[in-house]
């Protein structure tokens, strides 16, 4: 017997054991008020911090003390989201300008913006044979682990990677911000030729293209992309870049922080949030639940058809059996998540220029029918609604991206919010994060 296979069977046989003594009643959590997951039963989240950097809005708050479900808001250093994005849209390099926002809280001007681009250009490379030693040495369709096995060891590049100085933070901020793209990029081309046998494209990036066009052209063999297919990638990235100090990610990599750790630990620690499928890589789930329902319905406009699957998946009786319609609902919004309303548009001129129509109307049929579904067969306290998960999926396909890369593209857009975070609890707090739990444990 291998060794190998001997742990495997010790595993088994004290994995009931495990079960059997981590096991903690429910019945607890409601006698001790313990809000499971920071949450309440209402869904509101335990208040645990301050920030400046952004705000979501999802209630609003009435004199009588009760909160009525309104349309949802999402604000960047004070700017409506909605806002920003018009900005970008006639001025181009929508990620680098929000990303400048975040982190020094204010709208560059024409100078401040040129300045901040070469520096982004500028910081756009890897050490020397990183590639090689480092990236192509162990390759996985797990890119965010080789992001994170990446991210890690660009710290023994660093001379002051252990420094909390405000100077040195905002230094290692930019330049992991700066070669995000490369690192999610490089680590699938890496897994596709090496796993895949496919053929090895390593493409530079270009100082003039913005992150969406870098991440495009360094991506694609022939290098060439659409004007609208940079945009509409610009747009993503901006939606996905920052979404509150309580989000999963956010909040680790604020945890980290406030034990003094370094950048370079707390980016990979935010990293290993996200790439859980119940934060950034939800939209791979809808993108198996969408796989599923196409297999199973006939027509895509019977809305009666559609509605009987979705009842299946909600009942636990088809797709995956856990009872959930993926991409529905959010753990904050409740009438409409603002990133979805907004990315929605520019999805559906993607799809008209990629001639995806008929795809996208079973989206929307779906998006239209769930929440009626998961209404009738949910006890919900708030409104059902598509998150923007439900159709950046979508979105990756029709720019031929492939679906390793979906949760690193998450992770290259969020780094600036998390950055953005990472200063903020440095420069405003001096006191490490330590929540409490009760014990219940029986003495023998």
């Not at 301050?50 to 708050?61: A, D, N, Q, R």
């Not at 808001?73 to 929508?94: C, I, K, M, P, T």
């Not at 682990?145 to 290692?172: F, G, H, P, V």
Request: net charge negative; glycine share 6%.
């Amino acid at each position: 017997m291998s060794y190998r296979d001997e742990v495997e069977l010790y595993a088994k046989k004290m994995a009931p054991v495990c079960v059997e003594n981590d096991t903690i009643p429910d019945s607890l959590f409601s006698e001790y008020s313990v809000n499971r997951g920071l949450r309440d039963l209402n869904g509101k989240g335990v208040l645990t911090g301050l920030t400046g950097i952004s705000k979501v809005v999802s209630f609003e708050e009435q004199p009588d003390g009760t909160r009525v479900p309104c349309e949802g808001q999402l604000w960047y250093r004070g700017y409506n989201v909605n806002d920003l994005v018009q900005e970008a849209l006639s001025s181009g390099f929508g990620f680098e300008r929000t990303t400048y926002l975040l982190l020094f809280g204010e709208k560059p001007t024409d100078d401040q913006m040129e300045e901040f681009k070469d520096i982004l250009a500028h910081s756009r490379h890897l050490p020397t044979n990183f590639t090689r030693d480092v990236i192509m040495k162990a390759p996985t369709q797990d890119v965010m682990n080789s992001m994170m096995r990446s991210i890690l060891t660009l710290a023994s590049y660093d001379e002051d990677a252990l420094s909390t100085d405000i100077t040195d933070t905002i230094m290692q901020c930019i330049r992991l911000i700066a070669i995000f793209p490369m690192l999610a990029v490089y680590g699938y081309h890496a897994y596709n030729h090496y796993e895949n046998l496919s053929s090895m494209y390593i493409h530079r990036p270009d100082p003039e293209r913005s992150a969406a066009e870098n991440l495009l052209m360094m991506l694609r063999p022939n290098m060439k992309y659409d004007s609208i297919e940079a945009i509409v990638l610009d747009i993503c990235l901006m939606l996905h870049m920052e979404h509150g100090g309580g989000n999963n990610s956010t909040f680790t990599t604020r945890v980290v922080t406030s034990s003094g750790s370094d950048t370079y630990a707390a980016i990979a620690a935010a990293m290993a949030s996200l790439k859980g499928p119940r934060h950034g890589g939800a939209n791979l789930k809808v993108m198996d639940m969408m796989d599923d329902i196409r297999a199973h319905i006939r027509d895509w406009n019977d809305e009666e058809e559609i509605e009987a699957y979705l009842k299946k998946i909600v009942d636990g009786d088809a797709f995956d059996h856990k009872g959930l319609i993926y991409g529905m609902g959010h753990a904050v919004y409740s009438i409409s998540d603002p990133r979805e309303k907004i990315f929605k548009g520019f999805v559906r001129r993607l799809a008209e220029a990629k001639k995806q129509g008929h795809e996208l109307e079973l989206y929307e049929n779906v998006e239209k029918i769930a929440p009626k579904v998961i209404a009738e067969k949910r006890k919900i306290y708030k409104g059902v609604s598509p998150n923007v998960d439900f159709y950046s999926g979508f979105c990756y396909s029709m720019l031929n991206i492939p679906r390793e890369l979906y949760t690193p593209l998450f992770a290259t857009a969020r780094i600036s919010g998390w950055c953005a975070h990472r200063l903020e609890e440095l420069v405003g707090t001096s006191k490490i994060i330590r929540p409490a739990y009760m014990s219940v444990m029986k003495e023998k």
